[in-house]
């Protein structure tokens, strides 16, 4: 009795490791002592041990007649299949669970488990309002049982739907619901650290980047009290982590994230996430200018079946590969459908058309974004909306409506404390005074903005290859022309004649495909070159 009380306690103290080896102790063990066992070995990602000891579980309750705590069994049974990549198995024990209730009989309220996997499956089949349904259903179980885990998932869902539908004001009301139910500790551990992740997920797609950082808070608070906790649902927080360690600027700090979160998931469990984690890994190494390493995390993570656009498209970009990145991120938004997952390619893909001289596909992304930051209505994606307008303006040559929106999504990125993309704001800023003939005013934009690049280590631009195959000559005029200097102030700076310095403009324009000196400038600005 002795150790099994003290398994307990560890258990109670969420010391997942110590319940472990404690409970293994005292065996054999009653049934409550055998589900927390259980939940022990899930929280830690020792799947297979999980998976062995629900089997036991969903066993001894159809024996004893438990047909209500047998289908909650089979609900995380099902869940641990999942992670192990064995989704037809999950599925044949929620369909066994199923057919516990007698036919006609009011089924236990713990159906409502049974109904999560449907209610996900809706979503992910893009059908929201199908899955607020499912989500409804088992939100009155929740109620009916008074059970917070049940009840606590149900609402997550629903918001998650909402948001889906448009209805962004009352998703994010339900999310918020749903956390203040975990925050208050009435729900098990892996209903905890699920919806924490869930819900920063939502508000990552959302680009409802305040309440990600504020929940990435909690969850982090979360986790330090249980430095036991290493399940799965620990690498997909890091994940989420070093997303938004990227955009607010720590850099390293994302880098040990993400490689935390690729060894987690990369370990005999949770393999099915590990793209997303060397995806972030990648990310971080594009933006610090490490070439190499960047296209060895992206090549890992679509080899695990995760993303690699718009990343690696911008990844080639930087190399002057405009062709190949042009007709990846193409692809890309081709394949994709719903705007919010659209709204994550529509940056990458503006500045690359721009790049590729198509200004005709960049300001019709640009007014996509628009109407998906009007529909949706959040402050990320606002400014991206505004830095790609102001930037299609900017390379159109109209840097009277390229600025106001560019200031506009400087004080946004500011803001959200996004220093990366306030900085790259700030040299479109710089380029649209330079071409209003605000020299004074250019300068010190751009100034700042460099600092800000150089103290966050990003690469410099103006490292990129040529673009447009450009001679080392026209790449030296072209610099000239960004800077707003004349043919004969060219002429002098270079030694060479008014003519030469004709012949070498028109071939910019041409190469190019511009009509004049104000777009081939901001075409220098869009590849980084001054």
């Keep these: 009795m002795d150790t099994l009380e003290r398994a307990r306690e560890h258990h109670r103290r969420h010391a997942w490791v110590d319940a472990c080896a404690a409970f293994r102790a005292a065996e054999p063990l009653a049934v409550d002592d055998l589900e927390r ?30 047909v209500g705590p047998a289908m909650r069994t089979a609900f995380y049974l099902a869940h641990a299949l999942v992670v192990k990549d064995e989704p037809a198995l999950a599925g044949g024990w929620l369909a066994r669970a199923h057919r516990l209730a007698p036919p006609g009989a009011t089924p236990p309220a713990e159906v409502g488990y049974l109904l999560i996997p449907e209610a996900e499956r809706r979503f992910g089949a893009g059908d929201p309002a199908a899955a607020f349904a499912t989500a409804t259903e088992v939100a009155a179980f929740g109620g009916r049982l008074g059970d917070p885990d049940l009840t606590a998932i149900a609402v997550h869902i629903q918001g998650r739907a909402r948001i889906r539908q448009g209805r962004v004001v009352e998703g994010l009301a339900l999310l918020d619901e749903a956390l203040v139910e975990v925050s208050s500790g009435t729900t098990a551990a892996p209903v905890t650290s699920w919806i924490y992740c869930s819900v920063i997920d939502a508000c990552r797609e959302l680009h409802e980047l305040r309440r990600a950082r504020e929940w990435t808070l909690a969850l982090n608070a979360w986790c330090d009290a249980r430095p036991q906790y290493t399940g799965v649902f620990s690498a997909v927080c890091r994940i989420h982590r070093a997303e938004l360690l990227l955009l607010g600027g720590d850099w390293p700090g994302a880098v040990r994230e993400a490689r935390l979160a690729c060894d987690q998931l990369t370990t005999g469990y949770g393999s099915a996430l590990a793209g997303a984690a060397h995806y972030q890994l990648a990310e971080a190494h594009r933006l610090r200018g490490d070439a190499a390493g960047a296209a060895g995390a992206y090549r890992v993570a679509g080899s695990f079946g995760g993303p690699t656009q718009p990343g690696l498209a911008l990844l080639w ?45 960049a300001r019709s992304g640009a007014e996509e974004l628009r109407g998906i930051a009007v529909a949706f209505d959040t402050a990320g994606l606002r400014a991206r909306r505004a830095y790609a307008v102001g930037i299609v303006h900017l390379n159109a040559g109209d840097a009277d409506a390229a600025l106001p929106e560019l200031r506009r ?122």
């Excluded at 799947?47 to 309750?61: E, F, K, N, S, T």
């Excluded at 946004?412 to 704001?425: Q, V």
């Design 409 to 530: 999504a400087g004080a946004l990125w500011r803001e959200l404390a996004a220093p990366y993309e306030a900085a790259r704001t700030g040299i479109g800023i710089g380029l649209a005074c330079r071409m209003l003939g605000d020299e004074a005013s250019a300068t010190l934009e751009l100034d700042t903005a460099r600092e800000t690049l150089g103290r966050l280590g990003a690469v410099d631009p103006a490292a990129r290859p040529s673009p447009a195959g450009l001679s080392p000559r026209e790449l030296e005029v072209l610099r000239l022309v960004a800077a707003g200097r004349s043919n004969r102030a060219i002429a002098d700076t270079l030694s060479i004649s008014d003519r030469t310095v004709e012949r070498h403009v028109s071939n910019i324009l041409t190469k190019f495909g511009v009509d004049s000196r104000t777009a081939a400038a901001a075409y220098a600005f869009a590849h980084g070159i001054r």
């Design 37 to 66: 066992l259980a939940e022990c070995t899930q929280v830690l990602g020792r799947i297979d041990d999980a998976v062995v000891l629900r089997q036991r579980l969903y066993a001894g309750y159809v024996s004893a007649g438990a």
């Design 317 to 361: 970009l930087a190399q002057g590969r405009v062709e190949a990145a042009a007709a990846a991120v193409r692809r890309a938004l081709g394949e994709t459908e719903h705007p919010l997952a659209r709204a994550r390619l529509l940056p990458a893909y503006v500045e690359i058309m721009l790049a590729a001289t198509d200004l005709a596909a």
